[in-house]
């Protein structure tokens, strides 16, 4: 895949995660501890788990993916626990998608074509580096259509999905 085609899905990306921020936004601090069932998510740890998933970019980036970094995203392992915690507010979670999603759009932007197309061995088979980068793309539509049926449950109605203003 050339460098400008994942550019073209990035800036795309950019506006997807623009409704997430919006969405997020709907949610209020008393509400990121509302868990419909037992051992679902909750959306304080689904907000953590779709924008960790997108820091992966930089373990495939060195090459070093593994089973202990793919786990990293996964909000109930016990090693990321007081990270969640720490997102206590709308305003702390907003702030984390922001950060983790510019961080990962400048590893991308600053990759080679090369380097995009360089295979990486993971847990789940290899790869070439992009196709990490959709991978967390396709995790960030599945999450969100989650989020969105929270704040349903929740008497919000959410943003409109393709509302990129």
Known sequence: ?????????LEYFN????????AIAGLSDQELDYRPKPNMRTPRELI?????????VEAVRSGGFNAAIASRSNPEDPAVAAEVKALSSVNALRTYAEKCHRHA???IKGMSEEELNRPVDSPYGT???????EF?????????????TYLRLLGKEPTMLYDYQ
Do not use: N
């Open 1 to 9: 895949m050339t460098k400008s085609d994942i550019l073209a899905k």
């Open 15 to 22: 506006m997807v995660h623009g409704v997430t921020l919006r």
């Open 105 to 107: 759009e400048s590893i």
């Open 48 to 56: 953590f788990h779709i924008y960790t998933q997108e820091l992966l």
């Open 136 to 148: 967390a793309y396709d995790e960030h539509w599945h999450h969100r259509g989650q989020l969105y």
């Open 127 to 133: 790869f070439p580096v992009w196709r990490f980068f």
